[in-house]
């Protein structure tokens, strides 16, 4: 097996919206993307655009560069 045939599979637009939705019901207001998992440019652009605040940053030790969504 080569790198190259393998893909990449995307987190949606939609399964993070559900993601956020959650975490907002439990009273949170920030949503942690693992920087394991891909979010393409198009869908972060997407959330700003939506008008949450989105940036890498360490959520502790274990999420190093991680995606953070705040509302």
């Known amino acids: 097996m080569k790198a190259k045939d393998l893909d990449k599979k995307e987190l949606t637009i939609e399964e993070i919206r559900k ?27 997407q959330l700003i655009s939506d008008g949450f605040k989105v940036y890498r940053g360490d959520w502790d030790l274990y999420a190093i560069n991680a995606l953070i969504i705040e509302w």
């Open 19 to 45: 993601a956020i939705k959650e975490a907002n019901e439990q009273g949170q207001y920030k949503h942690l993307i693992p920087h394991w998992l891909f979010v393409s440019e198009s869908i972060i652009a």
